[in-house]
């Protein structure tokens, strides 16, 4: 089969040239007018000029009308599997009820815990595919997804069972992450113990069923502080585990673990100081945003735009979660986080394309060059500022994954 050449497309973004970390404007960004894009076996083998690729030697995609392309978008930090739902919550919050107040009414993460530990493996797996489909629909084309709600041994590996299998059943690639450390559970008298059970019980499993390379902890004084949750993560180092934490929701202390260990990223950040998007920025760890959090809980948006002026690498994600987070768009938060925060919109996209990626240690996609992947995301426009100026409600024309048209809308 000949190579296929798609396009041509107005604007042509493939994310190439810009730099990991810090601030980008909008002069630096790559277009490429009139651009096209060469595949073969699911990858990009050239991109370029659509008229100056055109040969005998590919076949040719046409693309109608005004479109911009970019790469597939990155979700580095979702929760989208779980059961229930948790609108009590959110009525509580917003009628001023606390935090203690609404654990004590049986709502938090625990109760998200009893509904997903009640849910069967195929009701899980279920879920996972109807969310992610959505998000495809979307232009997500790669989605982080954690455990967490499981809170056992047996509960966690169901969960990540459910995520490997939903993995098999919907185009969009999701990445796995165990967060068994995502609270204290009620069911445990000595949460180290708990911890240590983890440890030394998941965490084979984890490698010898092959179900995630990432582990992931909630750092913070309602779960685990810093020195408890030490000896987890040298544990999951030592067995060679990617390294991820929850840090500086509501207080500080988790971006100070996460550099200590050389996590992949710090997500969250809301409450970072000065000192910590210090330490951030001279660090190999990304720096996550979840504006899906702050606007489910009605609290500060992480300080991107100091971030990336320290020099910090910034991941935008949903954290798309039946808790905080339970609208799960991407491209809307993203796009308020820029407008809150001042971020370019090439700040905006870098978030949520090759930073993302790097997020997740991914570096075959989230750029279109030679090599990656052929996922790519294509809007009805010729102005690539309208992604971001619409908030998400300019929805992808079509959706492309390893090569192949997987949504197009009506
Ligand atoms: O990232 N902060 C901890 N975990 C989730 C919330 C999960 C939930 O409320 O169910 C978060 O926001
Ligand atoms: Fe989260």
Redesign the pocket.
């Known amino acids: 089969m000949k190579p296929l050449l798609i396009g041509p497309f107005s604007q042509l973004l493939p994310m190439t040239g810009l730099p990991l970390k810090g601030a980008l404007k909008d002069e630096q960004l790559p277009i490429i007018e009139n651009g096209g894009i060469v595949v073969s076996e699911g990858k990009i083998v050239a991109i370029g000029i659509f008229g100056d690729l055109k040969s005998n030697e590919v076949d040719i995609h046409q693309i109608e009308g005004k479109t911009v392309c970019l790469p597939g978008f990155v979700d580095s930090?979702t929760?989208i599997c779980?059961a229930g739902n948790?609108a009590r919550d959110y009525a509580f919050r917003n009628a001023g009820k606390s935090y203690l107040e609404i654990a004590k009414a049986g709502g938090?993460?625990w109760d998200?815990v009893t509904q997903t530990r009640k849910a069967t493996q195929e009701e899980l797996v279920a879920g996972i595919v109807s969310r992610s489909k959505t998000h495809l629909r979307n232009g997500l084309t790669t989605i982080e997804v954690k455990s967490?709600?499981g809170l056992s041994v047996d509960e966690e590996l169901k969960m990540l069972r459910a995520i490997k299998l939903a993995n098999e059943k919907v185009a969009a690639t999701l990445v796995p992450t165990c967060l068994a450390a995502?609270m204290k559970p009620k069911d445990w008298n000595h949460q180290t113990e708990y911890l240590e059970e983890i440890n030394t019980t998941l965490f084979p499993i984890l490698k010898s069923e092959n179900l995630a390379h990432r582990i992931d902890a909630?750092v913070?004084e309602s779960?685990f502080s810093p020195a408890e949750i030490q000896p987890y993560f040298q544990k999951a180092k030592a067995m060679g585990f990617d390294i991820t934490v929850?840090a500086d929701?509501f207080t500080t202390g988790g971006s100070q673990v996460a550099v200590d260990f050389g996590a992949v990223s710090a997500?969250?950040l809301e409450a970072s100081t000065e000192k910590e998007i210090q330490l951030l920025a001279k660090s190999e760890t990304i720096a996550t945003a979840?504006p899906g959090?702050s606007l489910g809980l009605g609290c500060a948006y992480t300080p991107a735009r100091r971030i990336l002026d320290a020099g910090g690498a910034l991941s935008i994600a949903s954290?798309h979660?039946?808790?905080?987070?339970p609208m799960g768009d991407l491209l809307t938060q993203s796009s308020i986080l820029g407008a809150f925060e001042k971020l370019s919109n090439t700040e905006v996209l870098a978030g949520i394309t090759f930073r993302a990626a790097a997020a997740l240690r991914l570096s075959d996609r989230g750029k279109l060059e030679t090599g990656t992947w052929a996922d790519f995301v294509i809007f009805p426009t010729d102005n690539y500022q309208d992604i971001t100026y619409y908030q998400g409600q300019m929805k992808p024309s079509e959706v492309w994954k390893k090569g192949e048209p997987i949504h197009q809308n009506d």
Not at 321 to 325: E, V
Request: glycine residues 12%; aromatic residues 12%.
């Open positions: 930090h929760h779980f948790r938090g993460i998200t967490g709600y995502h909630f913070e779960a929850h929701q997500d969250h979840l959090a954290d979660n039946p808790g905080s987070a």
